[in-house]
């Protein structure tokens, strides 16, 4: 009998987990559209977005290092950075330490947009949902998504 409790409980869990994984997902998938419609505006590539994480996450990276993390050929790479930093997006200087290498950075309103507004842009639905709960209904939340994360970070 309880074996058989055990087992239920067992397919409990799982169903309960799947529910649970169903709606993070929604609820990252809810966080992301306003990041995701204002990055749409930017009419990007696929490869220039992928150039543009890179050089966001790593200030001064060589032409030759975006290449070999993007498995693309430097002529390639070469043209994406001409293209985005013709549009703005990027500026290339020499390296202070090979005047010969060039680094790209982001742009100062690239910086300024991963700064201030990704963040604001990636908080405000959930901001938005929070302002329409009651106070005791916010409490809740935080302490339930406190203790999963204690509770994830354990195993």
């Known amino acids: 009998m309880n074996a058989r409790r055990q087992r239920k409980s067992g397919a409990e869990f799982a169903a309960q987990a799947e529910r649970m994984e169903r709606d993070l997902g929604a609820i990252r998938h809810s966080m992301r559209k306003p990041l995701e419609a204002e990055v749409a505006q930017g009419d990007l590539t696929v490869p220039q977005k992928a150039v543009m994480h890179l050089v966001v996450r790593h200030h001064g990276i060589s032409l030759k290092d975006l ?4 498995s693309l050929a430097h002529s390639t790479m070469s043209g994406i950075v001409d293209r985005l930093e013709k549009r703005g997006l990027i500026e290339r200087r020499s390296s202070q330490h090979d005047g010969r ?3 790209i950075y982001p742009s100062p309103d ?3 947009f991963v700064r201030d507004r990704i963040p604001a842009l990636a908080r405000g639905p959930l901001q938005v949902a929070m302002q329409r709960a009651t106070a005791a209904e916010r409490d809740m939340i935080e302490s339930a998504l406190r203790r999963l994360r204690e509770l994830l970070e354990e195993a």
Not at 67 to 70: A, E, N, T
């Open 110 to 112: 690239v910086a300024n």
């Open 67 to 70: 290449s070999r993390q993007l």
């Open 101 to 103: 290498v060039s680094c």
